[in-house]
C-alpha cells in the first residue's frame, strides 16, 4: 500500500521509497595515504609576491576563458542524462489531490533535518516531494568512484549524537553518508512522510484560501499552508555544449548519474572536466580503465587530502562528551579561512587548542581594501605551494604547467587529493589541455580537439551543476501573479536572510540565494535555517498567525547589504567560476559572501519582530 491512513491522526502516511537499482552501485571515497611527500605542500617559492606580473598573470588566464563556459540543460534529446539510474521505478500510487499543512521540497540534508526539527516541535502534518527514488539530496544522485564529503565528516554530518553515530573516516565516502541518511530517515520517521519520485513543477499562491497550490509530475495537488524549498544548491546536472556531442556511438553518462551498467575495465574512457567531482573520480577510474583521457580546461587547485580513519580513541572519547559533534561544528564554524576550514585541524576542533591560527596583530585598524589586499598577498602564496605541489609531483612538465591554476585559492571550488596529481604519472593516463576554451567537437569515435581525434568507448561528462536556480526550479507564483523569476529578474535578488521573499508569504527558502549564517559547512547554513524557521512557525503558532510575509523595506535593507558585501570582496572572486555565475552576476544575486551578518540581522528580526507582517 503506497498511500495508507494514520488511524490516530487521520493523516496520509506513505510508503514510496523506491528499490535500489542495483548491487553494483557501490565504491570508496578517499583512501589513506601513507607517502608524507604527498601530504605535504612544499616550501613557499623563494621571492612569491602578488606583484604586477603575476596579477596581469591571473587576468590573463581568466580573461582567455571569458566566454567558452557555454553549459546547456538536459532537455529534448539530453534529458536522458537525467534518469534517476539508481532506483528501480517509481512505485505506483494515486495522485493526491488535498491538504496539507506543511510541504518541504527535498529530501537531503536539509529536508532530513527539518523533519527532525519539526516533528521535535510538534509539526507533525508535514509532507516532502523528492526527486530521487529514496533520501539523501547530494549523496542520493552522486556515486560517482571516489566520492567524498571536503569537510571533514565530524562536522558535516548532521544530527550525529541523535543518531549515536560516529563516521569511520575524517572524510566520509558518499556512499557511507547515503547510508547515513537513510538511517536517519529510518529512525526518524520520515519515510512515512515522503512522496518520491515527485518532482514539483508548480507552486501558486492563492490568496482566497491563504495556501499554496504545489502540482507535481504525478498529477498531484496538494495545497499548503507553508512550503519549505529545501531542493538543494548543486540539484541539476549540466552539460557543456559541444558540436557533435550527439553523434558519439560509445557510451556517454554525466557523473551525477553514473551508470555502473557500463564496465569500464580495460576500456578507452574519456572524463571532460577537471572540477571537483572529476579530481575525485579520476584517481578510481585510472585503477580499472585501459586507457584514459582527461580533457581539461581549467585546472583546479589540487590542496592535500590527508585521510585517516576515526581512531578508537575517538569514539571513546566521544562516546562520553555529550554535544561533542554540536561543539566541533561550533568551532568549526569560526574558522574564517576556507582552506584553514577544510584543513581542518584536529587539536583545534577538538577543543584541544584554543585558536585554529595565530592571529596577525596589525598596528593600527585597516580598511577593508588594505584587509582585502592582504588576503590577496596570503592567498597568493598559498597557490603558489599549491603551484610547487604540482611540479613536485607531476613528472612531465608540459603536463605540469597545464595542471597549474591561476586565480585566487577558493574562487573556484577548492579541491584536495593526494592521489590526483600522481595519476597523472601513469602511462595510461594522459592530460588533454583544451584551454582556453575547453572540447569543441565530439564525433562518432570521440572527442576531437586541435585536429587529433581521441578514440572512446565511454565518454563521462564531469561537466557540473547549475548553481542555486532557486527563481527557477519551478514554477513560483506569489501574490498578484508575479513569479519569483520575474522578481529576481526586473529587481535584482530580493529577499530577507535569503528565506523570504516579499509577496511570496509563508514560503521559506533554505539556504538559497543571500542565505548566509553558515560557513564553510554547508550543515552550519541548513541548521541556521531551520532553526530559525522552527522559531518562526512556533511564533506564529502561538499568536494564532497564519500567514507571514516580510515588509518591502526589510528585505531591502538586507538585500543592498548582500550587493554591499559582494562588492567588498569582489577581488577575492575574480576568477570565472560557477560561484559568480562565469562572472556575469549580478553583486548580491548568489550565495551571501557577507558572513557573519546574517545572525545580526536575524537576531534584530526575531527581538523586534518589525519585518514580519503576520495576518
Ligand atoms: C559531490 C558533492 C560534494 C559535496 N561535498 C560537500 C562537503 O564536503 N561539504 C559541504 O559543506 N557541502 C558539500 N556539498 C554541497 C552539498 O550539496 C550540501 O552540503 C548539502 O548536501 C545540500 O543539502 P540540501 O538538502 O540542501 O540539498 P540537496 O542535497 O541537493 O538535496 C535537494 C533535494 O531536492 C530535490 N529536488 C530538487 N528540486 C526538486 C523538485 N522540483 N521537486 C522535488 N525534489 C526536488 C533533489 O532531487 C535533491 O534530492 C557537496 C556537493 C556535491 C555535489
Known sequence: MSIRIDAATGQKLFNTRAAKASDRIAGKGYSIIKDESLKTLPELPP???????EQARYREFKETRRGAADYMAMEGDYAKYLNDVYSADPV???????????????????????????????FTDVRFCEKGGDVGGTWYWNRYPGIACDVEAYSYLPLLEEMGYVPSMKFASGFEILEYCQNMAQKFGFYDHCLFHTTVEETRWDETSGRWTVITNRGDRMRARIVMLANGILTTPKLARINGMDKFQGEAFHTSRWNYDVDLAGKRVGIIGTGATAVQAIPELARVVGELHVFQRTPSSIDVRDQRATTEEEIRTWAQEPGWARARRARFSKISAGRTAIQANDDYLAGKTSDFKERKQYERDLSMEELIQKQLDSNFRIMEQIRARVDAIVKDPETAAALKPYYPYGCK????????????????????????LGVTQINEQGVVHNGVEYPLDVLIYATGFQWMATSTFNMITGREGKTLKQKWETEGTKTFLGLHSQGFPNLFIVAGPQGGGGSFNFTDAIEAHSDYLIWLLKTMRDSNARIVDITPESETAYADHCRKADIATAPLRDCLSYYNGHGDAK?????????????????EAQASLAPYCFS
Request: net charge neutral; glycine share 10%.
Open 47 to 53: 621571492g612569491a609576491t602578488f606583484n604586477a606580473q
Open 587 to 603: 553583486p548580491g544575486s548568489l550565495a551571501y559572501y557577507g558572513g557573519n551578518r546574517w545572525h545580526k540581522f536575524r537576531a
Open 413 to 436: 571550488r577548492p579541491t584536495f587529493h593526494d592521489e590526483f596529481l600522481p595519476t597523472f604519472n601513469l602511462p595510461h593516463v594522459h592530460l588533454v589541455d583544451t584551454a582556453p
Open 92 to 122: 505506483p500510487r494515486d495522485a493526491l489531490d488535498d491538504k496539507c499543512e506543511i510541504l518541504v521540497v527535498g529530501a537531503g540534508f536539509a529536508g532530513l533535518l527539518l523533519w527532525y526539527r519539526l516533528r521535535d516541535a510538534g
